[in-house]
């Protein structure tokens, strides 16, 4: 079963506007990972958030963890063309074992 | 540095047969982890192997089997296929047992007709 949910499903956005995408969790995690899928295509790895860490910066890329609220916020800044694919956060509850996903939020970035 | 790698890229099989899937992790990572994405259902988790143990399985019949060779690589194997396997099947590898992030291949599109 998918314990995170994304929120929005779908986003369009125009090319240099800020992208948020919002995830929710139900149990307890010991971090929380987001990944980008293109076209059906394998997952990249963007950016993973520890429990005990409440905000992260990668690039563009801008992660937030409330774990009192179970849930997460992915931030793009200034969006190219190039990120619309899905996003997808992942969650695990033990240490290097399996991933929970959730059903993924599809980017559209307009020229 | 190679990331992972799966073959084939694409397969197709009729009902009833047997597929093999192959997947070779990112050098110096032990844990493998195999996941399916089937339209409608998102990203479910299959197996993972950890220095050729299985470690954990997902919520799927014994029909999905695998297993991990000295070598790290993985093989997952679906028997007596069924329509509603068709899907992309995705392997990721992580460099140890204490380590999070998973690295994904690109993955393998299964047919069955």
């Known amino acids: 079963s998918q314990q995170g949910e994304e929120d929005p499903q779908a986003l369009s956005i125009q090319e240099g506007e800020n992208a948020t995408m919002n995830c929710s969790y139900k149990t307890s995690i010991n971090n929380l990972q987001w990944y980008r899928q293109n076209s059906g295509r394998g997952l990249v790895h963007l950016i993973l958030?520890?429990?005990?860490?409440r905000e992260k910066h990668s690039g563009r890329l801008r992660v937030t963890l409330d774990t009192s609220k179970k849930s997460s916020s992915l931030l793009i800044t200034a969006s190219r063309a190039a990120d619309t694919a899905s996003y997808f956060c992942a969650t695990d509850e033990t240490s290097g074992s399996r991933l929970t996903f959730g059903e993924g939020t599809q980017l559209t970035v307009n020229p | 540095e190679a990331g992972v790698t799966q073959s084939p890229t694409h397969l197709i099989k009729t009902r009833g047969q047997q597929a093999t899937l192959r997947c070779s992790p990112i050098?110096?990572?032990?844990?493998v982890y195999w996941y399916q994405q089937a339209l409608g259902l998102g990203l479910q988790f299959l197996l993972w192997?950890?220095?050729?143990?299985?470690?954990n399985r997902g919520n799927f019949p014994p029909r999905f089997s695998g297993r991990q060779f000295p070598n790290y690589s993985s093989e997952l194997n679906v028997n007596a296929l069924e329509l509603e396997d068709s899907a992309l099947y995705l392997c990721a590898s992580s460099s140890s047992f204490l380590s999070y992030e998973q690295y994904f291949g690109p993955g393998t599109r299964l047919t069955v007709t």
């Open positions: 958030i520890r429990s005990n860490e």
């Open positions: 192997y950890d220095e050729g143990e299985e470690r």
């Open positions: 050098s110096g990572h032990t844990s």
